[in-house]
């Protein structure tokens, strides 16, 4: 058995076949979370054109929002935000949006300091400028 699942009304719904978290031994590994609102294809901070491509957004929006979705995940598992051991961030424009998220993540990690990688990457399956994948304990 490689664990149990688990999904979140509160998160957003996947955009493909896996589940939001999965539960092995007292570890709880979510799947990337973006800034997308459950229930919607609304996505904070993010202007698009008629073609879905974005004409601007605002990582501030999207990383609080990010954020809100990996805590609604996580205690909806049965676990809590400063249960966080390990961060993996994927950011699409490193150069202008590293500091302002590095600013964000400070203020909500400023008392659980997970081990942390942050990733450059040219796209996302949507259009956001951020991902999260994180491993927690139960």
């Known amino acids: 058995m490689n664990g149990e699942k688990y999904n979140s009304e509160r998160a957003p719904q996947a955009v493909?076949?896996?589940?939001?978290?999965?539960?092995?031994?007292?570890?709880?590994?979510?799947?990337?979370v973006g800034p997308r609102k459950a229930g919607t294809k609304e996505i904070p901070g993010v202007t698009l054109d008629t073609y879905g491509?974005?004409?601007?957004y605002d990582i501030e929006k999207q990383c609080h929002s990010v954020f809100q979705n990996i805590k609604f995940i996580l205690e909806d598992a049965g676990s809590s935000w400063n249960k966080i051991v390990d961060v993996q961030v994927f950011l699409t424009n490193m150069k202008d949006d590293f500091?302002?998220?590095n600013k964000i993540y400070a203020q909500y990690f400023k008392d659980n300091q997970p081990c942390r990688t942050t990733i450059e990457i040219k796209s996302l399956p949507?259009?956001?400028a951020i991902e999260l994948k994180v491993i927690a304990t139960i």
């Open 99 to 101: 500091k302002t998220y």
């Open 126 to 128: 949507t259009p956001i």
């Open 53 to 56: 491509n974005i004409i601007e």
């Open 16 to 32: 493909g076949l896996y589940p939001h978290a999965r539960k092995v031994g007292d570890l709880l590994f979510l799947s990337g």
